[in-house]
């Protein structure tokens, strides 16, 4: 049943298309009908699913063929590490349409897309063949387009082509890959199932040439530094909702693909010697998940633009899902798919913060002219201070758990990475400490008066504000709501992989 | 002298093609292109009844008689747009159709 | 022979028959209406009943890829098979989309000729899709353009369809030409006139020392002619001018059936006849092996670069479509390299080459149609015209986009599957060394080049705002076209199996019969 959440929202997306556009409201709650189903069937399957058996459940079986002469199946199903992410699209395309209540333009095609665009992501994460989960990813990219370029803002056509090509350049490398892929194995047993896939012992040659074209085609997509241009561009000229899917889902399909693809078919490559550098792949990761880390701070830190601000801040929250990946042990993996939820809810929560609450109604994200904003809109300030808290990591929300865990395990792996993550880390206090004081504490700005007389929050934005925070202290104070799943994906993943790496990369 | 033999019509097909190439780069009038496509066309058709006489038996010749019906057929085609050119624009040279870049 | 052995020839060339009839059908009714009806109620009348009978045609078509029968007349002269039967559909279908453009089409006086010359080339294509004989190629070539030349210039108080079609003349009797003069060395040096037997000739010649100096050079100007004809770089400078020029739906045949025409009999020749004579372009340039590879690939590197790069410059929709049929030419000739060393093809080649010469000819029909359909209120056919058309007519704007993203290949739609089809074969070619991973990895980028400015004009359409706020009418019949084209275009792409399916048990492009 959980396979219908990409069936639900591209029906969605055709029904709400059909409505003539002066429809507003039943457009909205169309949408918002559609966005909730998907919600309830990804908690839904959040409770069907076997923890203890793992593997792929919940899903259509074995699948059925769908282009026999290349061996391409469509089979469906999630795990401990894509079924999080379900959710997590789940809970991001509720609210996202709740916090896109005021679009009055083209309102149907506004969401017939956003829905489209939910389908894709859904699709990719519930694909169990490879060959589906790069058409459903390539599905996921046009319709960015046209949310940032039509209802975006600041540069909004340059953002929106920019995020598109590298997505683009991102799902061509993964198409070489897959191309390369199926003619690597015996054509007898030509196929692109990921668990066949992953039983198949690549030789090395073709695993050092196939683990960069997918490792990077999909890091591109979750902000490797230094390919993460478009996201902050991109994220700062898109809508609201579109943001919000973009840096809390749409990142998170890339570094979902990083290790489902890249380091789950082809794990002896991380260890392979290349250039005469033992683990060479692992080794440059590292230092370009570090630099993510603190670039992505660094940068953040002296940004004028608010939007700015959190769109570095994703490319820095980045590097953490992509330095827990690299450590390929239990601590780190979980700590990085704990982080792509929890990272996943907080730039959701932000760029919603900082694109509706504050920027639709003050029409300015210039922090100097922001200021004393606290005053005036004390829901919008205490929002931003929960989601600007989680961010920093602080216990009891839910980013604590998961920098934690990834620090334990880069720890156990390569414990130098951590002076960086750590410089980074309290440049990330910093930068979250200024912006919340610049925006809703500081003096109040000579142009803008004091504030007063900003429109009121309006219910949908409260209920999804509450909504969001909530899940936020949920996984942060009970993390086992969505660890115990990880961990155990995490383990099975490690315990299949550990028979192809070198034994001193993949140490406990 | 000894009688002309295969490769002798070859050269000559060759040349002609050469010419008709030519023709079609070089010259400004357009009757004087349409004129030297078939001139290139013609070289074809040399080199085939030539090939056709010297060992290859009738295709060839047979070849020739479509390729002359065809040829007509596209010159009568040229010739009804050079007119349709003519009355609209006045000219039939080369340098005067630059409305189209190319 | 008597009358009984005629009978099932007759059910063979039934299509090409009825086309005839069709066409001198047209010829005829013109001169006999033309005092009793006006104009439009001519075109209108014509085109439906030229309509009905390419409905007709299609039926017969269905009946023989049911069959599966396979005749083969005149030493391949003509070869009536039920994969030559799928390619002659899905040309029609084509040719069907331009007439029902056409019907209402104000620029065009002698109707009954226009249609009479629309079907006497799709007879052209039909014989040139059947054409398995060096003869019947030039001929049916030259059936398929002579009409096409008078199309691309029928509209004729504008100028730069005279020209246009001035130049596509000029060009396409210069590639005449060189085939013809490609055709005369060819067959004279191995004395075959029918391509299974130049196929065998090769063969033989291989321990005999090969097929001579004079034979390569005569496949090179063969070479030369067919990159005219498909419109791959460096000889397409005449696409975008003939494009330009032509009327909106004669410009559809030229980017839609008549590529398939020449792809396929490009793909009949190359990955046919002159397969042993191939060499390979696998691994670093050094390695590479002479035969007409290098000079493929070189077509196709130049296509890739020249169209992509050109397209994005482009300010008129017709033009940016013949720059994108550069590109794409240079897409499908990256699957006609898709050989290992010892020169087989891969097996996937010839399905992957059909397949996107059949949804490229649906895809670049359904563009065009849902161009006609826009610049019913548009003043003209440039980008700025179009402007925000998507709020004056949100129908064939839809569809304009579902073609676009198509050609652009983004899934669910035919193209994706197409590109990745011929890429695909070409890594397969070489499996084991990657030989051809160069050019796949080149033909990838230039493709997301290519998403690039496929997005620009669905910008231009979907983004924009509109100066003129005035809704646009689509007459029934074109939506009913752009609807029936997208949903094969849609359907081919998510069951792309059905038909690669089909081309692989009905014999691919490289059966041939003599």
């Known amino acids: 049943m959980l396979v219908w959440t990409f069936w639900i929202s591209f029906l969605g997306s055709a029904a709400v298309a059909l409505l003539p556009s002066h429809w507003k409201s039943e457009v909205r709650w169309l949408a918002l009908l559609f966005a909730a189903l998907g919600l309830a069937l990804g908690l839904w399957g959040w409770g069907a699913y076997d923890v203890e058996v793992g593997g792929y459940q919940l899903g259509n079986g074995e699948g059925v063929p769908w282009i026999p002469e290349l061996g391409v199946r469509f089979r469906l199903g999630a795990d401990g590490f894509s079924l999080p992410l379900v959710i997590l699209t789940g809970v991001i395309g509720v609210t996202g349409v709740l916090y896109s209540w005021n679009i009055e333009e083209r309102v149907n095609q506004f969401f017939a897309l956003y829905l489209l665009l939910l389908g894709g992501v859904y699709g990719v994460f519930l694909s169990v063949d490879l060959f589906l989960l790069v058409v459903f990813y390539e599905i996921a990219i046009v319709p960015k387009y046209f949310l940032i370029a039509i209802w975006g803002s600041t540069r909004k056509e340059y953002g929106a082509m920019k995020l598109v090509l590298y997505s683009f350049a991102g799902g061509a490398l993964v198409l070489l890959g897959l191309a390369g892929i199926a003619f690597a194995a015996d054509p007898a047993a030509r196929s692109f199932d990921l668990e066949r896939l992953a039983a198949t012992n690549f030789s090395s040659g073709f695993q050092a040439w196939a683990f960069p074209a997918f490792f990077l085609g999909f890091g591109i997509l979750a902000g490797l530094w230094p390919f993460h241009t478009w996201a902050p561009t991109g994220h700062v000229a898109a809508p609201t909702a579109a943001s919000m899917l973009l840096a809390g889902v749409v990142m998170k399909l890339g570094s979902y693909g990083c290790l489902r693809v890249a380091i789950g078919l082809f794990p002896g490559a991380l260890g392979a010697t290349v250039l005469g550098v033992p683990g060479f792949w692992r080794w440059t990761i590292t230092v370009l998940a570090a630099m993510n880390i603190l670039y992505g701070a660094m940068v953040a830190l002296v940004q004028r633009d608010f939007k700015f601000v959190i769109g570095y801040s994703s490319v820095s929250h980045m590097g953490f899902v992509l330095l827990g990946l690299v450590t390929l042990n239990l601590w780190g993996l979980s700590g990085a798919l704990l982080q792509m939820f929890s990272h996943g809810i907080v730039a959701g929560l932000l760029f919603a913060v900082v694109g509706r609450l504050v920027y639709d109604r003050t029409h300015t994200r210039e922090l100097d002219e922001l200021g004393g904003l606290g005053r005036a809109a004390p829901f919008t300030a205490s929002v931003f201070i929960i989601g600007g808290l989680a961010s920093m990591g602080l216990p009891g929300m839910s980013g604590f758990f998961a920098e934690l865990l990834v620090l334990i395990g880069s720890w156990k792996a390569f414990a130098w990475v951590l002076i960086p993550v750590g410089i980074g880390m309290i440049v990330t206090v910093v930068y979250t400490l200024r912006t919340i004081h610049l925006a809703f504490f500081g003096a109040a700005p000579l142009v803008g008066g004091d504030w007063r007389g900003l429109p009121p929050i309006t219910l949908p934005e409260k209920a999804a504000s509450c909504f969001l925070a909530a899940i936020l202290f949920l996984v942060g104070l009970y993390p086992t709501v969505l660890l115990s799943m990880m961990d155990r994906a995490s383990q099975q993943f490690l315990d299949r992989v550990k028979q192809t790496v070198p034994v001193h990369l993949a140490r406990p | 002298m000894e009688p002309p033999g295969l490769n002798h019509w070859l050269v000559v097909s060759a040349m002609l093609f050469c010419i008709g190439a030519a023709g079609v780069v070089l010259r400004r009038n357009l009757l004087v292109v349409l004129m030297s496509l078939e001139i290139m066309l013609n070289a074809a058709n040399l080199a085939l009844v030539a090939f056709s006489r010297y060992g290859n038996g009738l295709d060839g010749q047979i070849f020739v008689f479509f390729v002359i019906t065809v040829a007509a057929a596209e010159v009568a085609v040229g010739l009804a747009i050079l007119v349709a050119l003519y009355r609209l624009c006045g000219t039939v040279r080369v340098s005067d159709i630059a409305t189209l870049k190319l | ?514």
């Open chain 3, 1 to 514: 022979m008597n009358l009984s052995d005629l009978l099932p020839l007759l059910r063979f060339l039934a299509p090409e028959i009825l086309l005839s009839a069709l066409a001198l059908g047209a010829l005829l009714g013109e001169a006999a209406l033309s005092r009793l009806l006006g104009v439009e109620k001519r075109q209108n009348l014509l085109g439906w009943l030229a309509l009905l009978g390419l409905g007709a045609c299609l039926v017969i078509l269905g009946d023989q890829a049911a069959r599966g029968e396979t005749l083969a007349l005149g030493r391949g002269a003509f070869v009536a098979s039920p994969f030559n039967a799928l390619l002659k559909t899905a040309a029609t279908l084509a040719v069907m989309a331009s007439v029902t453009m056409g019907l209402r089409a104000p620029f065009v006086r002698h109707v009954g000729e226009n249609y009479a010359l629309v079907l006497f080339s799709l007879l052209g294509m039909f014989f040139l899709l059947s054409a398995e004989s060096l003869l019947m190629i030039f001929v049916a070539l030259e059936l398929t353009s002579l009409p096409l030349y008078a199309l691309a210039a029928s509209q004729k108080g504008a100028r730069r369809s005279i020209e246009g079609g001035l130049k596509y003349l000029l060009f396409g009797g210069l590639s005449a030409a060189f085939l013809l003069f490609g055709i005369s060395y060819v067959y004279g040096m191995s004395g075959q006139g029918s391509l299974a037997g130049l196929r065998d000739w090769l063969v033989a010649q291989r321990t005999a020392g090969g097929p001579g100096f004079l034979f390569l050079t005569g496949v090179c100007l063969m070479i030369v002619g067919l990159g005219f004809k498909i419109a791959a770089a460096p000889f397409h400078l005449w696409a975008p001018d003939a494009y330009e020029g032509a009327p909106l739906p004669a410009a559809a045949i030229l980017a839609s059936a008549s590529k398939l025409a020449g792809i396929v009999v490009a793909a009949r020749l190359l990955l046919g006849a002159f397969l042993p004579v191939a060499g390979n372009v696998l691994g670093s340039p050094l390695s590479w092996h002479a035969g007409w590879s290098p000079a493929v690939a070189a077509l196709a590197v130049a296509s890739l670069t020249v169209g992509n790069l050109a397209a994005l410059a482009q300010r008129n929709a017709k033009r940016f479509m013949a720059y994108s049929s550069v590109a794409h030419a240079g897409n499908v000739l990256v699957a006609f390299l898709a050989l290992d060393a010892s020169g087989r093809p891969a097996a996937l080649a010839a399905p992957a080459i059909a397949y996107y010469a059949v949804i490229y000819a649906l895809t670049n029909a359904g563009v065009f149609a849902a161009i006609h359909a826009l610049a019913w209120g548009a003043r003209g056919d440039d980008f700025a015209d179009f402007r925000g058309a998507a709020r004056r007519a949100p129908f064939p704007a839809f569809f304009l986009l579902i073609f676009l993203l198509s050609l652009a290949g983004v899934p669910p739609m035919a193209g994706f599957f197409g590109k990745l089809f011929l890429f695909m074969a070409a890594l397969q070619a070489d499996a084991t060394h990657w030989g051809l991973a160069w050019l796949v990895a080149y033909a990838l980028a230039m493709n997301v080049v290519a998403l690039g400015y496929y997005l620009r004009f669905a910008r231009v359409l979907w983004v924009e705002p509109a100066e003129d706020l005035r809704p646009i009418s689509t007459p029934l019949e074109l939506r009913v076209a752009l609807v029936a084209l997208a949903l094969l275009v849609l359907g081919l792409g998510v069951f792309p199996s059905s038909c690669l399916a089909a081309f692989r048990t009905m014999g691919g492009v490289l059966l041939l019969r003599g």
